[in-house]
């Protein structure tokens, strides 16, 4: 293999229909994805760019913006797309580090980057274009006169295609260099362990400057030659009014608590769906359930980061079990630790290394945090606490700095939060440690109550008390209409900290 656009390349060929709109008319074939991604290809040629330059683009989601990332591979650029809320300490930081030779902004940011890009010394000026949500920008100027055609860099495996900035919740955030090899192992396994058949078609209504819309969902889709009905952005009515034509849909848990919130979402609406994947943050288990008692279908729950791609997944064939992540994928390697580093048995938990050809392969310009980051065999340290049940299946526990240490007792946020989430009377919850004079850090639990429903601390208390451990049962509980969340759905547990922190 070289560059992971060769993979693409025959699929193009076919001329079939590569994006839809909502009214399901054709905007791009496949034939389109080859003259378009190669007129970019040129363009970002002559802008004097070569291989191993970064790409730094912040747009909103666009087919043309699709266009202009696989330009980038064929052309071996790194692409480093960035989340469109980042603001200006944040870009600021992005670019000193890493140096990009070209940015790609909404035309609104134009003046913001060339602020910010004025005081850094190594962006020129006439390196800035913009691209808008329609697909018009600066780029695009007189691109019709570009040649169709382009002759692929040559790429090794261990190239690197793009770097994404990991959406940590505290601290730095760090480049993670994804190569082509990297794409293309995940790539093809995933092809595999879902599925994928001629006359598949992906409803996508992810963002794509993150690795589940753009990496997993994308690349899948244009391996299998598929028709991609692209949505700018999530909405439960449009879904529900979309999903009766598709086949395969990817979604962090959010997008299906809020499908099942409207009436109108049911059997006759998955009617044709094949697969439902879900991940980036854990699939409560009633949403799991309720899923499947209201449509029929049970909903595909997999793990991976920006790091490594995908690592786990329930099987397509065979039990899927709720509130666990699956089995490792072939060719990853998982492995449990204690913090000693001995390798634990079945439901012990500790910390998840994963290893295999989807694991990239360091953070961009940190080789101090890289090394640290991985173990002398090679195994990537992923932060997560997870535990594996007899048969394999692997459960996420929580992020290691979540975990809470309370009079000396190690508090799993999940097991506490699983017990709240069971509850009638609650919508879901989060289990966060506050200081604490004489234990360190108190449980706490933060909770959002169902429509309706009036459930106090001392029921939610009592309940802790008759299922858990006394160390592990909350302090404290406190009521809250939404927990925060990312883009990607994840509660973001350092902001409930600073808010109940004082
Ligand atoms: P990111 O790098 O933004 O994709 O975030 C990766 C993190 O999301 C992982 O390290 C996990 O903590 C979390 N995550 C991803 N998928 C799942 C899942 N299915 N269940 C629980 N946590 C998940």
Redesign the pocket.
């Known amino acids: 293999m070289s560059n992971i656009y060769s993979l693409f390349h025959e699929r193009t060929k076919s001329g079939t229909d590569f994006i839809l709109d909502a009214g399901g008319d054709t905007v791009a074939t496949y034939m389109d994805l080859e003259t378009r991604s190669a007129r970019y290809a040129n363009r970002l040629a002559g802008l004097g760019l070569v291989k191993g330059d970064r790409v730094m683009v912040q747009v909103e989601k666009s087919v043309e913006s699709l266009f202009l990332y696989f330009a980038c591979l064929r052309a071996g650029l790194i692409y480093l797309p960035l989340n469109t809320a980042y603001q200006r300490s944040e870009l600021e930081y992005f670019i000193d580090n890493s140096s990009p030779m070209l940015i790609v902004c909404a035309p609104n940011s134009e003046m913001l980057f060339t602020s910010i890009c004025g005081a850094a010394a190594n962006i020129k000026k006439f390196d800035i274009q913009t691209l808008d949500g329609d697909g018009e920008g600066s780029i695009n100027n007189n691109l019709g006169h570009e040649v169709d055609t382009f002759t692929d860099q040559p790429c090794d495996k261990r190239d690197i295609a793009a770097i ?1 900035y ?3 919740t505290t601290g730095q955030p760090k480049g ?1 260099m994804i190569s082509h090899g990297n794409l293309e192992a995940n790539a093809t396994t995933l092809h595999k362990t879902w599925g994928f058949t001629p006359g598949d078609l992906l409803l996508h209504a992810l963002p794509i400057f ?3 819309g753009l990496f997993v969902a994308t690349h899948l889709a244009v391996l299998n030659a598929s028709p991609i009905i692209f949505l700018p952005k999530f909405d439960a009515m449009e879904i529900t009014r979309l999903l009766p034509d598709a086949s395969v849909y990817m979604g962090v ?1 959010t997008n299906y608590t809020r499908l099942l919130a409207n009436p109108e979402f049911g059997t006759d609406t998955c009617r044709n769906i094949r697969l439902f994947t ?6 409560l288990p009633h949403t799991f359930d309720e899923f499947r008692r209201r449509t029929g279908h049970t909903i595909v ?7 490594t791609g995908m690592n786990t997944s329930n099987p397509l064939e065979g039990v899927k079990k709720a509130g666990t ?1 699956g089995l490792p994928l072939k060719g990853v390697s998982c492995k449990i630790i204690d913090s000693a580093g001995k390798t634990l048995g079945a439901n012990e938990t500790g910390t998840l290394l994963v290893k295999g050809p989807n694991v990239f392969s360091g953070y961009w310009q940190l080789p101090e945090k890289t090394r640290e980051e991985f173990t002398d065999d090679g195994y990537f340290r ?3 606490l997870a535990c594996r049940d007899e048969e394999g299946y692997i459960s ?1 526990v ?2 290691g700095k979540d975990l809470i240490i309370t009079g000396g007792f190690n508090v799993y946020p999940r097991e506490v939060e699983k017990v709240i989430d069971k509850m009638h009377g609650v919508d879901e919850s989060a289990i966060i440690g506050l200081p604490h004079g004489d234990y360190g850090e108190a449980v706490t639990a933060i909770v959002v109550r169902s429509e309706g429903s009036d459930i106090d601390e001392p029921t939610i208390i009592q309940h802790l008390k008759s299922t858990l451990a006394n160390f592990k049962v909350a302090k404290q509980v406190l009521f809250v209409d939404t927990l925060p969340r ?1 883009t ?1 759905g ?1 509660v973001q547990k350092n902001v409930l900290r600073e808010q109940f922190g004082q």
């Open positions: 994404l990991t959406s940590g993670a993150h690795v589940h848990p879900a991940g980036s943050a854990p699939l729950e997999r793990y991976g980061m920006t790091e992540v992923t932060g997560d996420i929580g992020r990312n990607m994840k």
